[in-house]
């Protein structure tokens, strides 16, 4: 039976589905199939900025043009000041940016824009996550202009991960928003805005239209989740340009650097990771030399695919490992030729 968008979706979407569908099709928190499984695409209602981005997104999209990007995730304690200083020790001038969304280990993080304050101070370009699971729509339009006046180089706005698949259950989800409706308001602020899409998440045929859909709400960048070999990724932002979302596509690229980081990685319901990447770096005498290794080389694989205009580096530490990790992110980040 068709579900009308949106009806008992525990993230109350209407643009669904999102990217935490599980490989049966199941949703994010609970076992039943996703209510979108079987609906159409459900086209972009709403009206579309055309605002360009302020002087740091022009500056980072100029150097997007010039060759490709490398940006990173930045393995920090939560809520911890002295981690963001050692952590940004570690990777300042080895990545063209780094990424402030959610951790995989903790939801409660320090507000977006304050985050992006803190990390900038220490000499590293931003690129901020927004998420709808914790704000309504007047918090979020504040966070907006928080980031526009920080000057992070983009802003990332994805729905977000239900509360209850974090560590604080007890949280009341908020969605008052959901991606396609907060990429237009940042936009407005004059944003460099980016979006997420999962190629390997059902409904698999659904997921290039729907980033195009994205894009008429005013994407202007996609960030992929991991999404297999490389043929995949080719093949998806082929079918991308084809349904109308011709943006650049920055693929994510895991880093594992030990076992911790192998387990969950290889448990994300939406990613799919190439054949024997992981089994690689498990096997391997130096985890660590032989994860750089697996990330460098398939991210120069990726950077031959037409419409990949960077790649987005991303690893999992075992708590208290993060420094370990950085470390690893900027020895990938300098092989791939960034900061130059």
Avoid at 182 to 194: H, K, M, Y
Avoid at 198 to 204: E, I, K, L, M, Q
Avoid at 313 to 322: F, T
Wanted: with cysteine.
């Amino acid at each position: 039976m068709t579900v009308a968008p949106g009806r008992g979706c525990p993230k109350r979407m209407t643009y669904g589905p999102c990217g935490g569908v599980g490989p049966d099709g199941s949703c994010e928190i609970a076992p039943e199939p996703c209510v979108f499984l079987d609906d159409p695409i459900v086209p972009w209602a709403g009206a579309a900025s055309a605002r360009g981005p302020g002087a740091a997104g022009r500056e980072f999209r100029a150097l997007m043009r010039r060759r490709p990007v490398i940006v990173a995730e930045m393995p920090t304690v939560p809520l911890d000041v002295r981690s963001i200083a050692e952590t940004a020790d570690v990777m300042r001038g080895t990545v063209d940016a780094v990424t402030t969304g959610d951790s995989p280990a903790a939801r409660v993080q320090y507000p977006p824009a304050y985050r992006a304050l803190l990390v900038q101070q220490h000499g590293l370009p931003v690129w901020a996550g927004l998420n709808c699971r914790d704000r309504n729509r007047v918090a979020l339009e504040g966070e907006i202009a928080a980031l526009a006046h920080a000057g992070v180089v983009a802003v990332h706005c994805v729905t977000g991960d239900h509360p209850e698949s974090g560590h604080r259950p007890d949280a009341m989800p908020v969605f008052d928003l959901e991606s396609h409706e907060l990429v237009p308001l940042a936009r407005a602020a004059g944003l460099l805005v980016s979006v997420a899409e999962s190629p390997a998440a059902p409904p698999v045929t659904h997921r290039a239209g729907r980033l195009a859909e994205k894009v008429r709400a005013g994407a202007q960048i996609c960030l992929l989740q991991f999404c297999g070999e490389v043929e995949d990724v080719a093949a998806f932002t082929d079918a991308a340009r084809r349904a109308g979302a011709d943006i650049p596509v920055l693929p994510g690229v895991p880093l594992i650097v030990d076992e911790y980081g192998a387990a969950l990685m290889s448990s994300f319901a939406a990613a799919v990771l190439p054949a024997g990447y992981v089994e690689s770096v498990r096997r391997a005498a130096d985890p660590v030399s032989a994860g750089v290794e697996a990330a460098v080389r398939y991210a120069r694989a990726l950077l031959t695919v037409e419409g990949v205009a960077g790649v987005v580096l991303g690893g999992a530490p075992d708590p208290g490992s993060g420094t370990l990790l950085a470390r690893a992110l900027a020895a990938v980040g300098k092989e791939l030729g960034a900061g130059r």
